[in-house]
């Protein structure tokens, strides 16, 4: 997909009917063949983007910087605009998320990456592994296997972190998923520790 090509609705066949649009700026940071943002737009389960201008208004932007972290009642606002991951080198997040995007901004709470560069890692998802993510918090379950079934280590991810998905799937705020959260941080990792409230 060339830049400025006008992106289109996908109705990927496991999509059907759940009305929710997913989207990949792709900043061209990364080896191309290891990428899991090209791969999903090249199978089919999201659109590729390459410019800010081309972001889908209302839609939800899943930024690591963000202050407020996902939950079960955003799934109104993903239905409405979509998801959106930025692709970009963890190397370069802060650079790259550095720019206003024009998006509800929004990060993920604590999970465990299962790709090949970063596994075992605390919040170092790739971008396939935070989409998917997104999806299950949602409540989009199957959608969220889906994509990860084109990896050989996507099925890994839910493995690793199936307690604290379920945990942050059944959650009805976003306070409730910090809750939910630090049973599954490490407490030396932990933002939300007793020791800091």
Not at 41 to 56: C, E, T
Not at 137 to 145: C, E, N, S, T, V
Not at 152 to 162: A, E, I, Q, S
Request: aromatic share 10%.
């Amino acid at each position: 997909m060339k830049d400025g090509r006008a992106f289109k609705l996908l109705f990927h066949p496991f999509l059907k009917g759940l009305l929710i649009k997913l989207y990949i700026w792709h900043l061209k940071q990364c080896d191309p063949s290891k990428c899991t943002g090209l791969k999903l737009g090249r199978k089919g389960f999201a659109s590729l983007i390459y410019s800010r201008h081309q972001i889908p208004k209302g839609s939800i932007l899943l930024n690591p910087l963000a202050l407020e972290v996902l939950s079960p009642i955003d799934r109104f606002q993903a239905e409405k605009g979509g998801l959106l991951v930025l692709d970009c080198s963890w190397e370069r997040v802060e650079e790259s998320f550095h720019v206003k995007i024009p998006a509800l901004n929004r990060c993920l709470p604590y999970l465990v990456a299962a790709n090949p560069t970063n596994y075992g890692k605390p919040t170092k998802l790739s971008s396939a592994e935070a989409m998917a993510a997104a999806l299950y918090i949602l409540g989009f379950y199957d959608a969220a296997r889906r994509i990860l079934s084109i990896f050989k280590w996507g099925p890994t991810f839910l493995d690793l972190n199936r307690e604290a998905l379920d945990s942050y799937s059944r959650a009805q705020s976003s306070v409730q998923v910090l809750e939910a959260q630090r049973l599954f941080m490490p407490e030396r990792n932990n933002r939300y520790s007793e020791s800091e409230t």
